[in-house]
């Protein structure tokens, strides 16, 4: 009898899936139903014009003693693995806003992989990083079919630690900070490895987020580590140098200050061993015999990535400013109206949005520099719905100058040929309601990604009714999808070095350093 290694059965699987794939063509003429990746053979669902295939390993589930380590190899599995349903989202801070039918767990390392059902190869591949600050979200959420399609792209779709299991510091543990933004490294290289089974070209590879993941992906361009795993980079809603913004609604009276989404290494481990403490550990032993409610409830002081380490060595800005970063094509911008998602919760948390309380904010978040602030912000410059002076409207838009706009159009520029982008549509889709009377959404922070992907929870308006695309804004979501399809693919979708307004009315060059008042804001600390 032949004795056969893994590396043996490995191979047997993947001739094995070969031959599967072939007999699935050959009964649909669709694409394959198999397909062999390194860790065994996936079966995927057809819908449509594509294929998925959910739920895929990518890592050995970060459990136990693997819990706060760095990810290690997928384990092999014998037969089929089912690939129909998505898998689970990493554990997270707000479960509740899981999509239905998804739940959480520890055991989360997994990628979500469409692709179109017509046969091909050397497709590009788009690597999605889901936003949610680090604390929150799921690959569940995209529902990537329109892209796949339209734009004849693979896509990858990555859940990956979140919150105090990954970005928990430590003193003494190796990978402190850096976790989440690690296991999302570990999917690079899986794609690498196994685009080519899909149909992807892993020499074309893309790293994509929103948010969160728009700052992950500014964080592959500077991270040594990521060198090599992409050829192209698109950040939206995120960048190096994304706020975490002014105001918190959930606490009311308290307002924090400036603070990116990365820190130095000694303060993400000052802010673990508090927490660490808080549970009544003095040891990362003692927090792994812990439960995982019990870690969840560390999150609020670990949602930042450490620099300063193995994985992330320098300060992101900085780096970027020193040349120290991957000289790649980059696809950066952001929505008109970012913060007014943020601000709309004022309608049912933390104190009331007076003038009284404006105030406050711009004298805490200012000091000597608040009247300037103000005069620039003045609420009787932002009239509600009924025309009437909105404090709602100015601090929104300050909040979306300051925390997200300035800092994504500043980093572009020190991208050289950046591909710029302003998504700007005053009736855009929205997954959160205004809870303020007289205030509408805009084009809100995460309004874009329904141009991009089919979502959840579902879009709705302002007045929360349910949204239905014009054709306008249909055409202007195919537009968008050929442009970041046409970008992914190698192609330059619009001049290089200029930012690209996209709206319903009209797609072309604009100003949005100008339209955002950062030459203002390089004034103001």
């Not at 094995?16 to 003429?29: F, K, P």
């Not at 192209?232 to 809603?237: A, G, I, K, L, N």
């Not at 696809?331 to 004022?346: C, I, K, Y």
């Not at 200029?498 to 950062?518: L, Y």
């Amino acid at each position: 009898m032949v004795k056969m290694g893994v590396r043996g059965l490995l191979g047997a699987l993947v001739v094995l899936g070969a031959a599967l794939t072939a007999s699935a063509n050959a009964a649909d003429g669709r694409g394959p139903v198999l397909v062999a990746t390194e860790g065994g053979l996936v079966r995927g669902g057809a819908a449509g014009p594509v294929r998925t295939f959910h739920a895929i390993p990518y890592a050995a589930p970060p459990v136990g003693e693997r819990r706060w380590r760095a990810p290690a190899p997928v384990v092999p599995w014998v037969g089929v693995r089912d690939a129909a349903s998505p898998g689970p989202a990493c554990v997270q801070l707000s479960p509740e806003q899981l999509p239905p039918g998804v739940r959480e767990s520890e055991d989360c390392l997994n990628l979500t992989v469409t692709t179109k059902a017509q046969p091909g190869a050397g497709r590009p591949v788009v690597v999605w990083l889901h936003g949610g600050g680090f604390a929150n979200g799921t690959s569940a959420a995209f529902d990537a079919t329109r892209m796949a399609a339209r734009g004849d792209v693979v896509v990858v779709a990555v859940n990956y630690r979140l919150g105090a299991f990954g970005y928990l510091g430590l003193p003494g543990l190796a990978g402190s900070g850096t976790f989440g933004l690690q296991d999302q490294q570990a999917a690079l290289r899986w794609v690498r490895r196994n685009a080519a089974a899909f149909g992807g070209d892993a020499r074309r590879v893309t790293v994509a987020g929103q948010s969160a993941g728009g700052v992950s992906a500014c964080l592959h361009l500077t991270s040594p580590r990521s060198r090599g795993l992409f050829s192209r980079v698109v950040m939206q809603s995120g960048s190096c140098d994304t706020n975490i913004s002014l105001v918190s609604p959930g606490v009311a009276g308290v307002e924090p200050v400036r603070q990116k989404f990365t820190r130095p290494l000694a303060e993400v481990e000052a802010a673990g061993r508090r927490s660490a403490a808080a549970l009544g550990c003095a040891d990362v032993a003692c927090l792994r015999a812990l439960d995982a409610g019990a870690v969840r409830a560390m999150t609020p002081g670990s949602t930042v990535v450490a620099h300063g380490t193995p994985t992330l060595p320098e300060e992101p800005v900085g780096a970027l400013r020193r040349g120290h970063f991957a000289k790649v094509p980059v696809l950066s911008g952001a929505n008109a109206d970012e913060s007014r998602l943020l601000v709309t919760l004022f309608g049912v948390l933390g104190d009331p949005l007076t003038d009284e309380r404006y105030a406050k904010i711009l004298a805490d978040g200012f000091g000597a520099r608040a009247d300037a602030v103000r005069a620039v912000y003045d609420p009787a410059r932002f009239l509600d719905a009924s025309g009437r002076p909105s404090v709602a409207l100015a601090l929104s838009a300050l909040m979306t100058d300051r925390d997200f706009a300035c800092p994504q159009y500043e980093t572009n520029a020190l991208l050289p040929g950046a591909f710029g982008y302003s998504y700007a549509d005053p009736d855009a889709p929205t997954g959160v309601p205004s809870f303020i009377p007289g205030f509408t959404m805009g084009t809100p922070h995460i309004a874009e990604l329904y141009s991009l992907f089919d979502m959840s929870p579902a879009p709705v308006r302002s007045d929360g009714t349910p949204f239905v695309f014009t054709a306008e804004q249909r055409a202007l979501a195919d537009r968008m999808i050929d442009d970041w399809a046409a970008f992914a693919g190698g192609g330059a979708p619009w001049r290089a070095g200029t930012t690209q307004g996209f709206g319903p009315e009209a797609v072309g060059v604009v100003d949005a350093f100008a339209a955002h008042r950062c030459g203002f804001w390089r004034t103001v600390p």
